[in-house]
């Protein structure tokens, strides 16, 4: 009897010690849950940003929590069962179920597209040794152009334009810029093409299908692919309300190119699919996702920075992420009215996830994912040890721009604003910006560089087939040019500048003194020519932003006024060559045409001639 009670004593102490640990426990969990909602409501109010939603997996643990407004005018608290849009994390969701149709063995992600689907007309130089593969639409190593502004402005589109109408108006949409499986340039169109590819093998809609074959065996029950809003036919009451940079809410549209961002979620679920990321890719102790596709997430398979050293890339739909001193796998996201980022990382078996319902141009929002990064307390890798430069170091100072650039349609802009300038000083390799900002470099072995803020190798310098000099950081590849390329536009565009300036006032100062028989002289016919250029603007304004790639009164306006300039140069130019006894003004009225006329052959040349957003 007395060993009983002294038995039950015991369990009773252990007892009691144990929940008093236990409370202990998720007292400081719940105090450390609630610093972090302190923290990030302070960060939301200093970047001026409504609200957000967020999840933290921390050793088989999930919190969630929310701070803001899901609607900023209404002062409509953020709710921890708010539904969110999470733009391009969608990929991460479109890859799982194109990984789920290969282990079933529906879909070979080596195989050309062109076998599933070998009524698309695909133009690839490269055919047939390097077909577009599913794996280079799942890598965004394809070399597809990302979107044109039609594919993302449209108030044509409905929910249900089929998919197949995102890719028929303009043939080049489906061109292949680089050796496809070579070299990653995000794609858009190319995540559309997998939702195609889903469609044309099960018979139906790909938001059905992974809605049903997908979302429900995980267990994401207030998830879907389907198309949400925050009002009309489509309205779900639960989604938070999206906001611009000044607080103003805005509802989610349609747009053709709807695989690759159309996602609605909660907190909890996005917490269910972090749970799945760092498993073998089993579920209820069946397989669901190969494990070898599920280790290959978020590494470069087949790009010329990989075959280089080069760890850092994308795969399968997740990219490799060296930030907040962790390494990890992670997949960002950006749509109207919101901004997403799903973090995991494997080998500590932790993630995050948030989204905030605003989509701001100033807004600095890493601050928000490192103050999550950092609860997690990630173990940050050990950096690799700087290195003398390689021998042939000197060869990569120079010019670099793009190659290929994201959108196609911009490539000219991207030339002119985003080159980078690479100069090797004091054993570092500095990469400077069209704007003057400079990342600088340090050799960490072979042609491996790191940036200061990386914990591994971040860079990779590299020779094209035809020897010139690139340089990667994974994500986006860099080739020498020279620099008479990049100033050579500059001065260009300069020279038209001062050209049409020159008509602006010598134009006004023709049509004052002569009236409207100035429109005969050859400074008003290049007067009109130049001002006409100002009459879409007010037409734009007039329309809404989801028109822009529409064939409207304001995009019909701006292809006939850049139709116009060069004709009314020609004719301009023309009557200074048949004046005789030219003055000096009117000589200057002809150099004045050529100025500007040179740069219309620019814009010829790069396709930007005669302007039409519509193509």
């Known amino acids: 009897m007395m060993k009983t009670l002294r038995c039950e004593r015991a369990l009773y102490a252990y007892a009691l010690k144990t929940a008093v640990a236990l409370g202990l426990c998720l007292s400081t969990i719940s105090a450390m849950a609630q610093s972090i909602t302190n923290d990030m409501t302070e960060l939301l109010e200093q970047e001026n940003l409504t609200g957000a939603v967020w999840m933290r997996l921390d050793g088989g643990h999930v919190t969630t929590a929310v701070a803001g407004y899901a609607n900023m005018p209404d002062h409509t608290p953020m709710t921890a069962n708010a539904r969110v849009h999470v733009g ?15 282990t079933e063995g529906r879909i070979d992600l080596d195989a050309p597209i062109a076998q599933y689907m070998p009524a698309l007309h695909i133009t690839n130089p490269w055919a047939p040794q390097s077909r577009i593969t599913v794996r280079h ?10 979107a044109r502004l039609w594919q ?15 890719f028929e108006r303009s043939p080049g949409v489906l061109a292949a810029r680089a050796r496809p499986g070579t070299r990653l340039s995000y794609s858009n169109s190319g995540y559309a093409l997998l939702g195609l590819l889903i469609e044309t093998l099960t018979g139906e809609r790909y938001e059905q299908y992974l809605d049903k074959n997908l979302l429900q065996p995980l267990g994401m029950a207030s998830s879907t692919f389907a198309f949400t809003t925050q009002t009309g036919p489509s309205k779900d009451s639960a989604l938070a309300w999206g906001h611009t940079d000044d607080g103003t809410p805005v509802a989610a549209y349609p747009v053709m190119l709807r695989p690759a961002d159309q996602f609605t979620t909660t907190a909890a679920d996005m917490a269910v699919f972090a749970k799945f990321l760092l498993s073998d890719g089993q579920v209820n102790g069946k397989a669901f996702i190969s494990p070898d596709y599920m280790a290959a997430r978020g590494v470069p398979h087949t790009t010329e920075a990989r075959w280089n050293g080069l760890m850092m890339g994308y795969g399968l739909g997740m990219s490799s992420y060296d930030r907040f001193g962790a390494l990890g796998k992670c997949h960002s996201g950006n749509v109207t009215g919101f901004t997403s980022l799903l973090c995991v990382y494997p080998d500590e078996g932790k993630a995050f996830f948030i989204s905030v319902n605003t ?13 999550l990064a950092k609860s997690l307390n990630l173990a940050a890798p050990l950096a690799p040890p700087s290195e003398l430069p390689t021998a042939d ?11 290929p650039n994201r959108f196609q349609s911009f490539r000219l802009l991207d030339v002119m604003f985003s080159y980078r300038k690479l100069e090797w000083q004091a054993g570092k390799l500095l990469m400077t910006d069209a704007d003057g900002k400079t990342l600088a470099l340090r050799p960490v072995g072979e042609r491996l560089l790191s940036a200061d803020n990386r914990t591994v190798a971040s860079h990779v ?14 994500f986006r590849t860099y080739k020498k040019v020279n620099p008479a390329l990049i100033f050579g536009l500059w001065a260009s565009a300069i020279l038209a500048a001062a050209g049409a300036c020159w008509f602006i006032a010598t134009g006004i100062l023709a049509f004052a003194r002569h009236g409207s028989a100035a429109v005969w002289r050859a400074e008003g016919m290049a007067f009109i020519g130049v001002v006409c250029l100002l009459l879409p603007a007010p037409l734009f304004l007039l329309q809404s932003y989801r028109a822009l790639g529409d064939m409207t009164a304001a995009s019909l306006t701006l292809a006939a006024v850049s ?17 005789k006894n030219r003055s000096r003004i009117e ?14 052959l620019v814009l010829w040349y790069w396709d930007l001639l005669p302007l039409m957003l519509w193509r």
Not at 152 to 166: E, K
Not at 563 to 579: E, G, N, R
């Open 88 to 102: 391009s994390v969608t990929k991460s969701l479109l890859a799982t179920g194109v990984l789920r149709l290969a």
């Open 137 to 146: 639409l799942l890598d965004h190593t394809s070399g597809i152009d990302d």
């Open 152 to 166: 993302l402005f449209s108030r044509t589109v409905t929910p249900d334009t089929p998919l197949l109408h995102a």
């Open 359 to 371: 989509d701001s141009e100033t807004a600095d929002y890493t601050r928000l994912y490192d103050r």
């Open 393 to 403: 170091a000197n060869d990569w100072n120079g010019y670099f721009i793009m190659a």
């Open 461 to 474: 310098l590299m020779t094209g087939e035809d020897g010139t000099a690139l340089i990667s950081d994974g």
């Open 563 to 579: 139709i116009l300039l060069p004709l009314s140069l020609l004719a301009a130019h023309t009557k200074v060559i048949q004046t």
């Open 587 to 600: 000589t200057c009225h002809g150099l004045a045409t050529i100025a500007v006329f040179q740069f219309c």
